[in-house]
């Protein structure tokens, strides 16, 4: 927990660094305007002048690689807005969350490309021919554009068709967990355990959704052949409201279902109870420990395997 506290105020920190940076770079380019618009080397830094040249006519080298800082700063700054709108709609809405994370991460591959070509464009290269070239076209499928197109499709279908949310509890080959993120090209999803694992979107091809809907908890609990079945019943009747009073987790229930089984031990009941997928193995847990306390009350013994030895004796 105290790790989780110090993660946050770290992050919290950052952003706060991140945002002050950013005004006052807008700032220094907004009063640059009025009080040092003739100067040479803020019109290098404004990335929306057109770049000065020397006096015979060509770019120096280093204004050039001032004004590819300028355009790192504008691009990184303006993509970064976006994604923190897109992070606080993600906050403030169920619905949506998906399609917020996924526009959060295309924003952030479109701003890196644009920043890409805003720097060779600095340098004095020709990024229309570049852009339009068949070379780099051919370069770009040959270097696996087809797998990326698969998966921002995926991704699209995944999030407009809302097969799941940020924050719904999925199974995927096996592996169960919370959907922390969705991007263009993947998908992150954490267990219980904090362990995470990465799928693409267009490997996620059958799923289970176990947030969809409420969840049943289910406690199978072993009595005594000596115990009265009856009795139990009854004291099972009389006290199950106060455990779902005493454990908000529990939406409806617990109930009551039955003997499930006849075991070599003993009598197997069940108890269910409707809960969100989330709080599932907790409320199975509360009710497991609940039933104990009630049974223990009440001289209701809950069995445990014994092994019976017979010693035969041969009397010659």
């Given at each position: 927990?105290?790790?989780?506290?110090?993660?946050?105020?770290?992050?919290?920190?950052?952003?706060?660094?991140?945002v002050?940076?950013?005004?006052?770079?807008?700032?220094?380019?907004?009063?640059?305007?009025?009080?040092?618009?003739?100067?040479?080397?803020?019109?290098?830094?404004?990335?929306?002048?057109?770049?000065?040249?020397?006096?015979?006519?060509?770019?120096d080298?280093?204004?050039?690689?001032?004004?590819?800082?300028?355009?790192?700063?504008?691009?990184?700054?303006?993509?970064?807005?976006?994604?923190?709108?897109?992070?606080?709609?993600?906050?403030?809405?169920?619905?949506?969350?998906?399609?917020?994370?996924l526009?959060?991460?295309?924003?952030?591959?479109?701003?890196?490309?644009i920043?890409?070509?805003?720097?060779?464009?600095?340098?004095?290269?020709?990024?229309?021919?570049?852009?339009a070239?068949?070379?780099?076209?051919?370069?770009?499928?040959?270097?696996?554009?087809?797998?990326?197109?698969?998966?921002?499709?995926?991704?699209?279908?995944?999030?407009?068709?809302?097969?799941?949310?940020?924050?719904?509890i999925?199974?995927?080959?096996?592996?169960?967990?919370?959907?922390?993120?969705?991007?263009v090209?993947?998908?992150?999803?954490?267990?219980?355990?904090?362990?995470?694992?990465?799928?693409?979107?267009?490997?996620?091809?059958?799923?289970?959704?176990?947030?969809?809907?409420?969840?049943?908890?289910?406690?199978?609990?072993?009595?005594?052949?000596?115990?009265?079945?009856?009795?139990?019943?009854?004291?099972?009747?009389?006290?199950?409201?106060?455990?779902?009073?005493?454990?908000?987790?529990?939406?409806?229930?617990?109930?009551?279902?039955?003997?499930?089984?006849?075991?070599?031990?003993?009598?197997?009941?069940?108890?269910?109870?409707?809960?969100?997928?989330?709080?599932?193995?907790?409320?199975?847990?509360?009710?497991?420990?609940?039933?104990?306390?009630?049974?223990?009350?009440?001289?209701?013994?809950?069995?445990?395997?014994?092994?019976?030895?017979?010693?035969?004796?041969?009397?010659?």
């Amino acid at each position: 927990m105290e790790m989780k506290r110090g993660k946050l105020k770290l992050t919290i920190t950052a952003h706060t660094i991140a945002v002050a940076l950013i005004v006052a770079g807008y700032v220094f380019l907004i009063v640059g305007s009025f009080l040092w618009k003739d100067n040479h080397y803020y019109q290098v830094l404004n990335p929306f002048v057109e770049f000065p040249l020397n006096a015979d006519g060509k770019k120096d080298e280093f204004d050039q690689f001032l004004r590819i800082i300028a355009l790192s700063f504008v691009i990184i700054t303006i993509t970064y807005i976006i994604r923190m709108i897109f992070k606080i709609f993600e906050v403030k809405f169920k619905r949506g969350r998906s399609f917020a994370s996924l526009m959060g991460s295309f924003v952030k591959y479109i701003g890196t490309i644009i920043l890409i070509f805003a720097i060779l464009s600095a340098l004095g290269i020709d990024t229309t021919v570049l852009l339009a070239s068949a070379g780099i076209l051919s370069l770009i499928v040959g270097l696996g554009a087809q797998p990326l197109i698969e998966d921002i499709f995926a991704g699209v279908f995944i999030v407009f068709e809302h097969t799941f949310e940020i924050g719904d509890i999925i199974l995927v080959d096996g592996f169960r967990g919370t959907v922390k993120e969705m991007g263009v090209r993947t998908t992150k999803i954490e267990d219980a355990g904090g362990d995470i694992k990465v799928i693409n979107n267009s490997d996620i091809r059958t799923l289970i959704n176990m947030t969809s809907k409420l969840s049943t908890a289910v406690c199978d609990i072993s009595i005594s052949y000596s115990d009265d079945i009856e009795k139990v019943e009854k004291i099972l009747k009389d006290n199950l409201d106060k455990i779902k009073k005493k454990h908000k987790t529990i939406i409806d229930g617990p109930t009551y279902v039955g003997v499930q089984s006849l075991s070599d031990n003993g009598v197997i009941i069940r108890i269910i109870a409707q809960c969100n997928e989330m709080m599932r193995y907790q409320v199975q847990r509360d009710i497991n420990r609940e039933i104990l306390i009630l049974f223990n009350k009440n001289n209701i013994t809950i069995p445990f395997p014994q092994v019976v030895v017979h010693n035969s004796i041969d009397n010659k």
